[in-house]
Nanobody, 115 residues
């Protein structure tokens, strides 16, 4: 059974940093992309950043220059380094892995940016 386990969320002041991790366990065939999405209260889930294997990375305009996505293939883990956090970054962040035609989702981790 495939599981995506996220960690690293929490409460941080504006301008601060957090690093999210997502470890995938179980067998995922033909991983095509790994990424992060977020959903704020009353809003739709949106793409934050994604690594498409063999292609590159893509970021939402709102996080470019502040967030960095990376992966560790040996550990089947994807990371999201978030710097210069703003209150509008407050949301539940979800890890996503696309394996073949199957989308896998983590349970979500809360990120709150507030003074």
């Amino acid at each position: 059974q495939v599981q995506l386990v996220e960690s690293g969320g929490g409460l941080v002041q504006p301008g601060g940093s957090l690093r999210l991790s997502c470890a995938a366990s179980g067998k995922i065939f033909n991983i095509y992309a790994m990424g992060w999405y977020r959903q704020a209260p009353g809003k739709q889930r949106e793409l934050v950043a994604v690594i498409t294997f063999g292609v590159g990375t893509n970021y939402a305009d709102s996080v470019k220059g502040r967030f960095t996505i990376s992966r560790d293939n040996a550990k089947n883990t994807v990371y999201l380094q978030m710097n210069s956090l703003k209150p509008e970054d407050t949301a539940v962040y979800y890890c996503n892995v696309l394996g073949g035609t199957v989308n896998y989702w983590g349970q979500g981790t809360q990120v709150t940016v507030s003074s």
